[in-house]
C-alpha cells in the first residue's frame, strides 16, 4: 500500500512537472509569436508609409510591378527570369551559368531568381558570374545572395562599385517598401572596363561603360544563336533619364557611342533588363505560345534598333537636355 501510494505521488509529481513545463513552453511560444507579429506589423506600416512617399505616379508604373513573368528561354542559351518590372537575363555556358543583373533585393534572388533557375533545368550553385548593368537597387539589390549563397563573382564598372558605398548614393524606395540604403551589398567585386569581352566557357559579353542613366551604366553586346543562326544582341544598360545637365549630356554622348558599337556588329536583337520598355512581355508570351520553327519575335533587325534609339531614346534625352538648359538660362 505505502508503496502504490509513494509511485502515485511520483506520478502525480512527474505529471504536475510536465504540465508547468509545457504551460511554460506554451507561454514563451506565444509570446515570441506575439513579439514576431508585432515586429512584423511594425515592419509592414513602415513599408507603408515609405511607400506613400514615393510618387503615386512611380507607385502606379510598370516599373514597379511585381507580377512574375513565367520563366522564359529567348534563345539557344538565353533565357529570362523575373518581373514585369525588371529582370535577370541567365546565359547557360559551357562552364556554368552568367546572370544579368539580380533585381530588387536578396528576397527577389531567393523566391523569383532562384526558383526560375530551377524550372528552366538549372542548378542556381553554376551561377558563375553576375554581371551588374548598373548601381541602382533594381539591379544589384540580389547579388549577395548569390554570393553568400553560392560564391558568384559579381562584376560591375568601378564607378558603380564606389557608387553603391558612397554616402551620396540616391536613396532608392523598391516596391515592398524597403530603402536601397539598407541593403547587404555584395563583400567584393571584379571590375569591368569599356569594350573588355567577359567569357565563361563558350560565351563572352563584350560591355561598354554608358555613363548617364547611372554614372556606372554599362550597356552590353553579346552573340546568341537560333535555330542554329547567329544573332548579335543590344542591350543598352539604363532607360530612365536622369536628373542633371551633365548626366544628360553624359546619357546622349553614351548612346551615339553604343549606337555605333551595335552597328558595326550588326546588332540585330534589342533587349532591355525593364521588359515593359520594349514590348518584350508581349513577345515572350508569343515565344511561350511558338511551336517548334515558328519565327522568334525577338528577332527583329538592326533597323528595328536603330529605330528604337533614334526614334524613342534620342528624342527624349534631346528635349530633356534642352529643358534643363532653358531652365539654366533663366535661373542665370
Not at 514576431?36 to 511594425?42: I, K, V
Not at 520598355?277 to 511561350?288: A, H, N, P, Q, Y
Not at 522568334?296 to 537636355?321: M, S, W
Request: hydrophobic residues 35%.
Amino acid at each position: 500500500m505505502k508503496s502504490t501510494f509513494l509511485k502515485s505521488t511520483a506520478i502525480l509529481l512527474i505529471i504536475t512537472f510536465s504540465s508547468c513545463q509545457n504551460s511554460t513552453k506554451n507561454k514563451e511560444n506565444t509570446e515570441n509569436s506575439n513579439l514576431e507579429q508585432s515586429a512584423s506589423d511594425t515592419r509592414t506600416e513602415k513599408a507603408q508609409e515609405r511607400l506613400e512617399k514615393v510618387p503615386k505616379e512611380m507607385r502606379n508604373s510598370d516599373l514597379f510591378s511585381t507580377e512574375i513573368i513565367k520563366p522564359t528561354q529567348l534563345f539557344d542559351n538565353v533565357y529570362y527570369i523575373g518581373y514585369v518590372g525588371v529582370g535577370v537575363f541567365l546565359i547557360n555556358t559551357a562552364d556554368g551559368l552568367i546572370l544579368i543583373d539580380s533585381m530588387w533585393n536578396q528576397n527577389d534572388a531567393e523566391t523569383v531568381i532562384v526558383p526560375g533557375i530551377k524550372e528552366l533545368g538549372f542548378d542556381p550553385a553554376q551561377v558563375k558570374k553576375i554581371l551588374i548593368t548598373h548601381e541602382h537597387s533594381d539591379h544589384y539589390g540580389g547579388a549577395r545572395f548569390f554570393e553568400k549563397n553560392y560564391g558568384s563573382e559579381v562584376l560591375m564598372s568601378k564607378t558603380a562599385w564606389e557608387g553603391l558605398h558612397s554616402n551620396d548614393a540616391e536613396v532608392l524606395t523598391d516596391p515592398f517598401g524597403n530603402l536601397s540604403s539598407e541593403l547587404e551589398v555584395p563583400k567584393k567585386y571584379t571590375e569591368v572596363k569599356n569594350g573588355e569581352n567577359i567569357s565563361l566557357g563558350d560565351k563572352s559579353i563584350t560591355v561598354y561603360l554608358t555613363p548617364g542613366h547611372a554614372p556606372g551604366g554599362l550597356s552590353l553586346l553579346f552573340p546568341v544563336e537560333e535555330q542554329g543562326e547567329k544573332y548579335t544582341v543590344a542591350l543598352w544598360g539604363g532607360t530612365g533619364l536622369p536628373k542633371t545637365l551633365a548626366a544628360n549630356e553624359n546619357y546622349l554622348s553614351s548612346l551615339k557611342m553604343f549606337q555605333d558599337a551595335a552597328n558595326n556588329a550588326e546588332a540585330d536583337v534589342n533587349l532591355s533588363n525593364h521588359p515593359f520598355t520594349i514590348g518584350l512581355v508581349k513577345d515572350m508570351e508569343t515565344l511561350r505560345s511558338n511551336a517548334p520553327g515558328d519565327k522568334n519575335p525577338l528577332i527583329k533587325g538592326n533597323k528595328n534598333f536603330n529605330e528604337y534609339i533614334d526614334a524613342k531614346l534620342k528624342p527624349k534625352v534631346l528635349e530633356k537636355i534642352q529643358e534643363l538648359k532653358s531652365e539654366k538660362e533663366k535661373n542665370n
